[in-house]
């Protein structure tokens, strides 16, 4: 990890470059954002292909282009299953949740899980969700940030001491994050994520055409030296999850989460709210497949080239997040590598933007303006408070950054999975499609998948009693034997939420209120629609 | 922009004339709308699930299976059924919006008209 390569004043000065763009750009498009509306959801102003492509920025976190790529360097063919799970999770968005979503909400999860229940309960519930998968998520991509730097501009995370020049790499990313959330609002947040999605994705396919130019765009050629180069069975199955029962399980588990945590995962659902309406929900969310789906293939070239490429030895279990940038430095030197490594900055900055943004928007609108001031705040004071809000969690995601740096980035990401699959997903589905839910119901599949995700994870090897652990082999006190909880507590929740019903089913269906969720979701009609400024 | 904008969710409309919702929600016209978009979304998600699921187990358990090379290449099955994932994706994806486009767009267009004339 300490190793350092390329030009470090090149490195910084092409993401220079990408941070001054970005910021003159929200700068323009900022205008006053001073309405919940403005703010939250840009005035529901993109067309679905913007929003498809600035989806697909929000989506390809660091830990899918550095981590999927990584993982297929390392482990071949068990690092493709991430991506098809990625991918494939965008179905249950689009046919499941995007458009009904759109038709019934305005800013966050918690209006549509509340619609037709008590309201303050629920949007509690809901915030409390959605603060924690965006917490873990920005913890994820924070940590992210630590390790890139080392490599790219050799600046050393020296253990014992909290305050290194990693440190300070994570507060200069928490900081912009927060000055393009403070002045742009979703609005210049959008923004930031389309261009970063475009740059993401050209110089994927630079490096992917690059790497398949130099076998004479033979794939099978590829893949047939990736596995000389290594040494290792990349081809085959099972080289990550293969060798016991339990690891068999564990993928059977990462699995569902993630094609399951997707459409619950709330930075991801609020992009919903910034298109007119439902049928532009379902364009973006075709454009985004398509981005998305391509950027993938992308990915498995470049993971199969960096195995094939890189000197062997290279690439460990400690560095494996590091492939994209050192394969990019192997094909085309010093500027290929600032361009990539840039890339990678800008998509760390991008994500955790939208994240904060999200936990702004929910604290705001769904505890301050409708559980505190029971959804009549004075006016303007929302925006106030998600803006005060965002300095919080800027500040709580660059101290909780530092602290996490050198922490597992994919475990955190598919934390944040599990939990989205758990407690959101069940709890949306059942409040669209399920006639008798009710509040009781609700706060149980929330509430309890939370818990049961959060009690799994922290009894598991993860944390306790592995090489691997956060605290080290020495500790343990695990007794759940799998990494991901999803395959246990994804059904719980499910059957939470049924079990909670029944508990609470003295509470009269409200039929006057599911009426009007029920057509809304349908018909769009009474939904609120672009606001022209 | 005026200061029903920081109300809550959709409660607004509802307060002045509750029945809108509910007589078209009653109506043949949207009982039949409900019941197509329904029949296709929970198909589909069902198809893509058990299509992923199989895809899952396979690679995990059978990889005999998987690990097979295709003709003298070194691409294996377990590599051919994961491209067609992505191809199903793309399908499915492309399938469902015009569906929608060509089949439910339009009444719940004029199912919308007809809640917003009686709010």
Known sequence: MSTQIGSPALNIGIFALFVVVTLLIVYRVSKASNTASDYYAAGSSFTGPQNGIAISGDYLSAASFLGIAGAIAVNGYDGFLYSIGFLVAWLTALLLVAELLRNVGRFTMGDVLSFRMRQRPVRAAAAVSTLLVSFFYLLAQMAGAGGLISLLLGVKNTPGTPFDGQSLVIAVVGILMVIYVLYGGMRGTTWVQIIKAGLLVVGAAVMTVWVLGLYGFNLSGLLGSAVENTGKQLLDAGNQYGRTLTTKLDFLSLALALVLGTAGLPHILMRFYTVPTAKEARRSVQWAIWIIGIFYLFTLVIGYGAAALLPRGTLTSANVNDAAPLLAFQIGGTLLLGIIAAIAFATILAVVAGLTITAAASFAHDIYANVMKEGNPEPGMEVKVARRTALVVGAVAIIGGILANGQNIAFLVALAFAVAASANLPTLLYSLFWRRFNTTGALFSIYGGLAICILLIIFSPVVSGGPTSIFGEGVDFSFFPLQNPGLVSIPLSFLLGIVGTYIGSREPVNEVKFAEMEVRSMTGAGASAAVDH | ?119
């Open chain 2, 1 to 119: 922009m005026s200061a029903t904008d920081d109300s809550p969710g959709g409660s607004s409309a509802l307060d002045a004339t509750p029945s809108a919702y509910q007589e078209v929600q009653r109506s043949p016209e949207f009982v039949s709308l409900r019941r197509r978009w329904r029949g296709f979304i929970f198909t589909m998600s069902a198809v893509f699930l058990g299509w992923f699921l199989v895809y899952v187990l396979l690679s995990d358990f059978a990889h005999g299976v998987v690990d097979t090379r295709i003709g003298g290449t070194n691409f294996t099955v377990g590599l051919l059924l994961g491209l067609l994932q992505f191809v199903s994706t793309f399908t499915i994806a492309t399938i469902y919006v015009r569906f929608a486009n060509k089949n439910l767009d339009d009444d719940a267009e004029a199912l919308k008209r007809r809640v917003e004339e009686n709010l």
